[in-house]
């Protein structure tokens, strides 16, 4: 277990409602405010345009929250999105990866070379098979023809 892992531990109702203020207040402060200051700075802005309409403040809290999380998107280092120029290949790197494709193409030919042997070889014994069923059907029938004749002779 990490050593490093602290515990809060919350008793009777004292503790509930510090928790409940704690809770609030943080919300208070990262996101109703924030919101209450861009509903306030939109509604500046735009005062005297009637072709835009004033905020109220889920509008505020919904336009800091786009804020908010536009900026840790950009600002973080693990994003998916980048702005930049791109590289390109060494000479190098260009000649290691189609060696790469090669032996990978490669590979792939002779491991659909080998399923291709074994199903020829699968369809090789199911004919011979095949061929040696029709084989003892027609030596049956034959054997079985000349038992019908020698029947037929002792009949008669």
Do not use: H
């Amino acid at each position: 277990m990490n050593k490093n892992f602290k515990v809060i531990t919350i008793n009777g109702i004292r503790g509930v409602l510090a928790a409940i203020f704690i809770v609030l207040g943080l919300i208070a402060g990262f996101i109703i405010s924030p919101g209450w200051v861009c509903m306030q700075l939109w509604n500046y802005v735009f005062e005297d345009s009637n072709t835009v309409a004033l905020m109220n403040i889920y509008q505020g809290i919904m336009l800091w929250t786009i804020i908010a999380l536009s900026l840790y998107a950009l600002n973080n280092k693990k994003a998916l999105i980048g702005f930049g120029s791109y590289q390109g290949l060494s000479p190098e790197q260009i000649k290691d990866l189609m060696a790469r494709a090669k032996q990978s193409e490669t590979k792939m030919m002779n491991e659909i070379e080998s399923i291709n042997k074994e199903i020829k070889k699968e369809l090789e014994k199911k004919i011979i098979s095949d061929k040696e069923q029709e084989i003892i059907k027609s030596e049956n029938n034959e054997n079985n023809d000349e038992e019908t004749k020698e029947k037929e002779e002792l009949r008669s």
